[in-house]
């Protein structure tokens, strides 16, 4: 693992104290939108900070120093800002209308941007993506949750040091230089060009390797009404969680089933209790199991009907949870900081003794958090002391690392 320079920030104009209790608000600008409880956030777009919508690019806690070094054109209050984290730069803009206190410089005169500065938004095809459909249009929701999700999967490569210029080209690194996702109808039409994908349930995405025949590249083929359950509606769209999910599965077939392979594989994955009892793996009598613990949300049935946030399939499969174990890694990745004290050597599927050792650091870390993903939980939603998430998280941070740099993939 080469390390990489830390990125130098730029002198800003001026430095501002975050307040507790979001402080008093300030003469800056009006607060057009209602903050998260007890979390500052920055946010991609000045339109999202101004609002304070949307999950954000970082989020800073009462006592920290933010620079700031210009404004935006169309909301005098926002500013944006930049900070290092772990070795890497993150931008973004933050709305200082309220709860902070001036440390240095003059915020009154932070510079406004020209129009041939404003950044372009992202699009699908910066990701490689394109949209094609069946007699079934992707809707307008539908199209953002793919490109909100592929820009969460980037920036958790971003995050992990994925090779690339650019958080796109982080994501293309991984993922492939080109992808389509076909919406399908939910019967098929008469003479479908693309009669070959309606072996995709209905109700479900499926992953399809290239077709060089109907389409060259890999197809996320998603047909009809999505499936819902009481406690995960989905409206019968495509979600964000949906498609990383799907993408996780592109992920494992560019490694070569690396990862089906290592979360599959004859171990077991320990929690942190003193008799480190089985979170995921083989158990003593030679049967592979998911778990049910340590998940970002809580099912208590493990098969596919039973969709919730963060198994968007619960199959007791290990394509099926390898796909959603790298949801609730992005997820986690971008919410919360980075696993510590990963060894360089890490053994995916290490015996019992190297699993508690090469993930120990994961029993200090905190039971709960603001994070995302790969929660302290039982299958019934109760706090989980022997912390499973936290195992489930150091575990994959590990994994991805041994399957991201090996010789075959050379991502980072």
């Not at 949750?145 to 994925?162: K, M, N, Q, S, Y």
Request: overall charge negative; glycine content about 10%.
């Amino acid at each position: 693992m080469t390390p990489t320079p830390t990125p130098t920030l730029p002198p800003a104009v001026c430095h501002v104290l975050i307040l507790p209790n979001f402080g008093t608000p300030t003469p800056t600008g009006t607060l057009t939108g209602t903050p998260p409880p007890d979390l500052r956030r920055v946010y991609h777009t000045p339109e999202e900070a101004a609002t304070e919508t949307g999950e954000g690019v970082f989020t800073v806690p009462a006592g920290f120093v933010l620079g700031l070094y210009q404004r935006a054109n169309q909301y005098p209050a926002v500013a944006f800002t930049q900070i290092v984290h772990e070795g890497t730069l993150y931008s973004g803009w933050f709305n200082n209308a309220y709860g902070t206190q001036v440390t240095s410089g003059d915020c009154g005169s932070l510079p406004v941007p020209t129009p041939t500065g404003t950044p372009t938004p992202d699009t699908l095809a910066d990701y490689g993506i394109e949209l094609r459909e069946d007699q079934q249009s992707w809707t307008a929701s539908e199209r953002q949750a793919i490109l909100t999700g592929a820009a969460r999967i980037a920036d958790a490569f971003t995050r992990f040091g994925v090779l690339g210029a650019a958080p796109q080209a982080r994501f293309k690194t991984v993922i492939g230089s080109s992808l389509v996702f076909l919406r399908l109808a939910e019967i098929q039409p008469t003479n479908s060009p693309y009669a070959i994908y309606y072996d995709t349930s209905a109700g479900e995405c499926r992953v399809h390797d290239p077709i060089p025949s109907v389409i060259s590249t890999i197809v996320v083929a998603c047909r009809g009404f999505m499936r819902q359950t009481n406690t995960w509606i989905t409206n019968g769209e495509v979600l964000e969680t949906a498609a990383v999910h799907e993408l996780g599965h592109v992920l494992d077939i560019r490694s070569g089933n690396q990862l089906r392979t290592y979360v599959g594989a004859s171990f077991m994955l320990p929690d942190c209790s003193t008799v480190g009892g089985r979170i995921m793996g083989v158990t003593s009598g030679g049967t592979w199991l998911r778990g049910q613990r340590g998940w970002g949300t809580a099912t208590l049935v493990d098969d596919a009907q039973s969709i919730s946030q963060f198994q968007q399939n619960p199959m007791n499969s290990d394509v099926e949870t390898a796909a959603d174990m790298f949801l609730n890694w992005v997820y986690r990745r971008t919410s919360d900081v980075a696993p510590t004290g990963i060894p360089d050597n890490f053994v995916p599927n290490g015996d019992v003794a190297t699993q508690l050792d090469q993930l120990s650091p994961a029993c200090s870390y905190p039971a709960a958090g603001v994070w995302q993903g790969f929660r302290n939980i039982t299958k019934t939603n109760s706090p989980d002391d022997t912390l499973p998430g936290n195992r489930r998280y150091w575990w994959m941070e590990g994994t991805l690392a041994s399957i991201f740099e090996n010789s075959r993939n050379k991502w980072r």
